[in-house]
């Protein structure tokens, strides 16, 4: 059964940097997509941005330039280093992989595999 397990969330002020951990496991076959969302109450779950197993990565407008996202396969680890936060990425960050998915896809319906998210505040 495959476990993902989200550490690093907390509470910054405006302009402050978090790094968010993503600890994977129970699994025995390549997890192709990996990524990170983000939800607020009452609104849809939204992708931060996704790492695909050719390399190549995906950020949602509004993080690009902020948002650094990484994966150790050794440890078998996700990151998401997060800098210059803003009140507006308050959120609940959660986060997902799947064997198989579309390319380049950052819908959160095409990833199976989901952790139960760790809280982001940023306060102004």
């Known amino acids: 059964q495959v476990q993902l397990v989200e550490s690093g969330g907390g509470s910054v002020q405006a302009g402050g940097s978090l790094r968010l951990i993503c600890a994977i496991s129970g699994y025995n076959y390549n997890l192709y997509c990996m990524g990170w969302f983000r939800q607020v109450p009452g609104k849809e779950r939204e992708g931060v941005a996704t790492?695909?197993?050719?390399?190549?990565?995906r950020y949602a407008d509004s993080v690009k330039g902020r948002f650094a996202i990484s994966k150790d396969n050794a440890k078998n680890t996700l990151y998401l280093q997060m800098t210059s936060l803003k009140p507006e990425d308050t959120a609940m960050y959660y986060c997902?992989?799947?064997?198989?998915?579309?390319?380049?896809?950052?819908?959160?319906?095409?990833?199976?595999?989901w952790g139960r998210g760790t809280q982001v505040t940023v306060s102004s």
């Open positions: 790492i695909f197993g050719d390399g190549s990565i």
């Open positions: 997902a992989a799947a064997a198989y998915c579309p390319a380049g896809t950052m819908r959160a319906p095409a990833f199976r595999y």
